[in-house]
């Protein structure tokens, strides 16, 4: 070989080296992320699980990528928007906002690794075969919700403690419907009080909702958790003031837009949870071998201006109670 074809050989060879490299390197891995939810309104709750997955060594666009894919609070598509994700063949599943999501990511996949938060004990769903050793390709954080139906309505009859009938707005459509409705009936009586039972499932049913709450004579409202009625808090809030219900909700984020009390998990620290457990999954840990992590701590919220609007007192030994109170 003359030395001029062999130059031009080494430098061939040496141009390709850098493909070659950039070939062997691991595709970057894409999360799906399957919400019951709208985006929206929950930015706080993305920056959690983002929060999660940066803490265990994955940022997004840089080692890692997220599929979002979001139902808006039509429960209905969660299947098929589940069965996308799965054929898109992500590294994981990260399946938030209710059990909906979590039950539809299950019926999509049997191997591929679904984080999920649940507000439901997630033994009796079906999903893990016991909290400690959760068993095939599911793990995730319980909030164990029902309980605390029981506590929002002792602390709105500790602000109202005249009310003798309280209304109880609920989204139809909403799978865990039967059990919220179960459990506020159960405290009701519990409570000696009566539930009036509202329902909506759009805009347009809320008015109707509060008309009816006015008619039926509800001294106060409980709101029951759901994806449409959080999207819509802004209107809600809005609502209970125009219609003068002293109401109390399951997130925090109805106090910051003005809304009288809520009593709840927070659901920013939760979704950073599942993004923790998704960067681990995704590091090689298997969602059998990770136990399934309990909220213990609730926080109460209190608006003191939307309480002043209604013309209430909070009662000192409520106030003392509160987590945080806005100004």
Aim: net charge positive.
């Amino acid at each position: 070989m003359k030395r001029r074809e062999f130059i031009s050989l080494l430098g061939g060879a040496a141009a390709a080296w850098p493909l070659a490299a950039r070939a062997q390197q691991p595709a970057m891995p894409n999360i799906g992320f399957l919400s019951s939810f709208s985006p929206g309104p929950f930015p706080h709750l993305l920056a959690g699980f983002r929060q999660g997955l940066k803490e265990i060594g994955y940022v997004e666009g840089q080692n890692v990528g997220i599929e979002f894919r979001w139902a808006e609070g039509q429960y209905d598509r969660l299947a098929a928007l589940a069965a996308d994700l799965v054929q898109r063949r992500v590294a994981a599943i990260a399946a938030v906002g209710g059990d909906a999501p979590a039950l539809a990511a299950k019926a999509a996949t049997a191997t591929i690794p679904i984080v999920f938060n649940t507000g439901t004990d997630p033994v009796k769903l079906g999903l893990v075969a016991s909290l400690s050793r959760p068993g095939g390709n599911l793990t995730g954080i319980s909030q164990f919700t029902s309980p605390l139906v029981a506590k929002r309505l002792e602390l709105l009859l500790g602000l109202v403690p005249t009310a003798t009938s309280v209304g109880f707005l609920v989204n139809p459509r909403n799978p865990n419907a039967g059990e919220q409705l179960n459990d506020i009936k159960e405290a009701a009586r519990t409570l000696w009080r009566q539930i009036r039972v509202v329902n909506a499932s759009s805009e347009r049913d809320l008015d109707t909702a509060f008309t009816t709450l006015v008619q039926l004579r509800a001294d106060a409202l409980l709101v029951a958790a759901d994806a449409f009625l959080n999207s819509r808090r802004g209107l809600l809030v809005a609502m209970a003031v125009r219609y003068a219900v002293p109401a109390i909700y399951y997130d925090r984020e109805f106090v910051v837009a003005g809304g009288l009390m809520s009593y709840g998990t927070n659901l920013a620290d939760v979704y950073r949870q599942v993004g923790l457990y998704s960067g681990r999954v995704l590091k090689g840990e298997k969602p059998a071998d990770l136990p399934v992590q309990q909220v213990v701590k609730v926080d109460l919220v209190i608006n003191l201006n939307a309480a002043k609007a209604l013309a209430l007192e909070i009662p000192p030994a409520l106030l003392a109670r509160a987590d945080e109170v806005i100004e």
